[in-house]
């Protein structure tokens, strides 16, 4: 007995509907009715049985709560253990594809780390698959060797602006 009061004292603290709190409740209940019912054979009065079916509908209400709560949480925890799933195979699967494939190629980022990356081979504008690094130096159709115009600004450690990207749309569209 005092291992259940320890425990239903400690559930009143833990969220959800513990099983030592479901027992409490419904022993309670259980109790109320039979008061309401012994009430009711030694008064005659009506007012015990509308008490009786107000308690009946509580009850009832409570346990129903507690079980949608209880399959709530069974679908989550399966959603979780879903997912979970989810990520090891993507994370299996990533090192599967990371591994000495003939179309991965690095190529560095604006921090300056090097990333593989896996290029798809589409027809494409060249222009359109140039990275930001080389879109600053546009190509014009007359130029020799592949080299265009630069914009200003072009060094190293130079972050560009809105209007030099801009300016990259203009000389692309000519």
Do not use: C
């Amino acid at each position: 007995m005092a291992s259940f009061v320890a425990d239903l004292w400690s559930s009143v603290f833990t969220p959800g509907p513990t099983p030592t709190l479901l027992v409490a409740t419904n022993a309670t209940f259980a109790a109320l009715q039979l008061v309401l019912f012994l009430l009711l054979i030694a008064t005659y009065s009506i007012h015990f049985v509308v008490l009786s079916f107000l308690s009946g509908a509580l009850w009832w209400s409570i346990n129903w709560f507690a079980r949608e709560v209880r399959q709530e949480q069974a679908r989550q925890e399966a959603e979780k253990r879903k997912q979970e799933a989810l990520e090891q195979e993507a994370s299996e699967s990533n090192k599967l594809n990371s591994s000495a494939d003939a179309n991965d190629s690095e190529t560095e980022t604006e921090i300056g780390g090097v990333s593989k990356t896996r290029r798809r081979r589409v027809n494409q504008p060249e222009i359109a698959s140039l990275s930001p690094a080389s879109a600053l130096q546009s190509k014009k159709p007359g130029d020799k060797d592949g080299q265009g115009k630069t914009i200003e600004g072009e060094n190293s450690g130079y972050t560009s602006t809105d209007s030099e990207w801009e300016k990259v749309d203009k000389d692309r569209s000519t």
